[in-house]
């Protein structure tokens, strides 16, 4: 039987599909917009006739419509989170649900080993002449899960880009596929107002000519891609990019020629954007997607030199310390590649970490520079690591400084209507 025959052979539908699921599995989804929301649907539309009790329910950020997490589905699924997100959140702050704290580079080690996975459901491209499948958008962990698990349910769409690197499957692995072409899921750009104008222009002061950047998502890291037009020879190494990378790359702004390791590419193990982004990386020799135990390690990182590392966060204390994926005891998020690439960044000759946050939240009713993490929190990257912090207000160089030092530096940076309660503090804690 040639891999032609084997494919038409293993197409079912949706429904059928998801009958293959039993009770008491452990379910992995391909991560974020490459979520096959066809069949996580179907999971959930149909979890009542298939009698499902006892499924766990495991991935990192969920853009699809997350039915499988709703109160009346609490009889059939428990969700398991590595990372929070908005359709998730109030599961996994429930009894609906957990987070599992994980760096994104150790989770494909954590499937393998203490998490092995019974069912993948993942979305891929067509194949191609000798039938491989691109994982598409979501190589990270989706790879690991889909060579791990004991059933592999696939969405084949003809709308999945091609992604070029470590990333494809052949589909003699697939156990069943739905061929079903439909939009793969897209996220719209942000929203930039003036503060994330004025935080994006700060950062850019810290960018330098042939830096290897680490971008998150979002509207802070895409209005600094508006800031460095007039930059030169940057690369990117980023477990992400969105629709903003691609202009710079058109423009000749970033060309990867100053990179130590895949010269030339630009490295990634998830993509989020638009249509203009999915249509860029079909097939593009320059664009490298890679597992996510590869793109985020740490030692993998440094061999480029120069690595800019740029994330966001929740609340800095007058220590530096950061909180970045949770509000006290409620988990907004999760780590992310955060810290693999803040240790990759500082292991890197060159490497610079960068904070960047609005000063205020809540229409500016709250500092996120405070005194004291909000009681419960976690600290995401700790203060040892930390070396830029920025706001709208200006530019904190934490490493090196003393921890008077540094409180001085980031009051500085704090809103203006905040700073006085923060010298008081500062006044309390070091003039004795």
Known sequence: ????????????????????????????????????????????????????????????????????????????????????????????NSPRGDLTPVYFSEIPHLLETGLPVDVALIQVSEPDKHGYCSFGISCDYTKSAAEHAKLVIAQVNKNMPRVLGDNFIHISKLDYIVDITNDVIALQPAKIGETEKKIGENVAQLVQDGDCLQLGIGGIPDALLAFLGDKKHLGIHSEMFSDGVVDLIKAGVIDNSRKQIDVGKSTVTFLMGTRKLYDFVD??????????????????????????????????????????????????????????????????????????????????????????????????????????????????????????????????????????????????????
Not at 9 to 25: L, Q, T
């Open 1 to 92: 039987m040639n891999w032609r025959e084997e494919y038409a052979d293993r197409i079912v539908s949706p429904k059928e599909a998801v009958s293959h699921i039993k009770s008491g599995d452990r379910v992995v989804v391909d991560h974020a917009c490459g979520e096959p929301y066809v069949i996580t649907d179907a999971m959930a539309n149909y979890a009542d006739e298939f009698g499902y009790t006892d499924v766990e329910v495991v991935h990192m950020v969920a853009m699809g419509k997350a039915l499988y997490c709703t109160p009346e589905n609490a009889k059939h699924f428990r969700h398991n989170s590595f990372f929070v997100g908005k359709t998730t959140r109030d599961a996994v």
């Open 283 to 432: 097939d593009n020799p320059t664009v490298l997607m890679e597992p996510v135990d590869v793109v985020n390690d740490p030692y993998v990182i440094c061999q480029n030199d120069n690595v800019c590392s740029i994330n966001s966060c929740v609340e800095v204390d007058l220590m530096g310390q950061v909180v970045s994926d949770c509000i006290g005891l409620k988990q907004i998020s999760g780590v992310g590649g955060q810290v693999d690439f803040v240790r990759g960044a500082n292991l890197s000759k060159n490497g610079r970490t960068i904070m960047a946050m609005p000063a205020t939240t809540g229409h500016g009713t709250i500092s996120k520079i405070v005194p004291f993490i909000t009681q419960g929190a976690a600290v995401t990257t700790n203060r040892f690591d930390v070396n830029y912090v920025v706001t709208e207000y200006g530019i904190a160089q934490l490493k090196g400084q003393t921890l008077r030092e540094r409180a001085k530096r980031l009051i500085a940076i704090a809103a203006p209507q905040f700073r006085d309660e923060l010298t008081a503090e500062y006044k309390k804690r070091f003039e004795y």
